[in-house]
T-cell receptor, first 111, second 116 residues
Framework: DQQVKQNSPSLSVQEGRISILNCDYTNSMFDYFLWYKKYPAEGPTFLISISSIKDKNEDGRFTVFLNKSAKHLSLHIVPSQPGDSAVYFCAASAINTPLVFGKGTRLSVIA | KAGVTQTPRYLIKTRGQQVTLSCSPISGHRSVSWYQQTPGQGLQFLFEYFSETQRNKGNFPGRFSGRQFSNSRSEMNVSTLELGDSALYLC???????????????FGPGTRLTVL
């Protein structure tokens, strides 16, 4: 039973355009959501997070949107840069439980 | 502040052998989690330790085990290795798992295990 789903295994975007990565979850107990970025041969690095009491969080070029009624969140990257090419993991957490990760979306930003 | 460290970074073993991987969390972090990453499978949760106690366990066979020491350092052991155990094993530490930002996990670079 996959509680966190990233239905797009890959995404290609032109440099300078917007990248939108999507994530759906099923467990209504999740109250904190995170995005991680992973380069090959490295561990994932934390990118941005959002609490369930908010619907938007922005950090520079990265914005995460949360739609609790739809159990859906998305990560927007504007403008996309070649260095953003990586695998992006969505993760969700509830109190006293480990993070649950999606399978990731590979983003390729084409110059 | 030093990040999460994992040793060794690369390991080659043969079927039937056992292996021990080590993880040192960020200073002050008491929770250590282990994940297995294989192509197309994302991060699959193995187990989590907090204050030397296993708090959560994923859906892996008993060949996979772990422990945590009083200094929060953790080890993971895989016995009777199989070809399918070839993967990147990631360790992550967090302050606690009591919710919100305390659940943010910081990952080490991983140990790449190859089973021949």
């Amino acid at each position: 039973d996959q509680q966190v789903k990233q239905n797009s295994p890959s995404l290609s975007v032109q440099e300078g355009r917007i990248s939108i990565l999507n994530c759906d979850y099923t467990n209504s107990m999740f109250d904190y959501f995170l995005w991680y970025k992973k380069y090959p041969a490295e561990g994932p690095t934390f990118l941005i997070s959002i609490s369930s009491i908010k619907d938007k969080n922005e950090d520079g070029r990265f914005t995460v949107f949360l739609n609790k009624s739809a159990k859906h969140l998305s990560l927007h990257i504007v403008p996309s840069q070649p260095g953003d090419s990586a695998v992006y993991f969505c993760a969700a957490s509830a109190i006293n439980t480990p993070l649950v990760f999606g399978k990731g979306t590979r983003l390729s930003v084409i110059a | 502040k030093a990040g999460v460290t994992q040793t060794p970074r690369y390991l080659i073993k043969t079927r039937g052998q056992q292996v021990t991987l080590s993880c040192s969390p960020i200073s002050g972090h008491r929770s250590v989690s282990w994940y297995q990453q294989t192509p197309g499978q994302g991060l699959q949760f193995l187990f989590e330790y907090f204050s030397e106690t296993q708090r959560n366990k994923g859906n892996f066979p008993g060949r996979f085990s772990g422990r945590q020491f009083s200094n929060s350092r953790s080890e993971m052991n895989v016995s009777t290795l199989e070809l399918g155990d070839s993967a990147l094993y990631l360790c992550a530490s967090s302050l606690t798992t009591s919710g919100g930002a305390s659940n943010e996990q910081f990952f080490g670079p991983g140990t790449r295990l190859t089973v021949l």
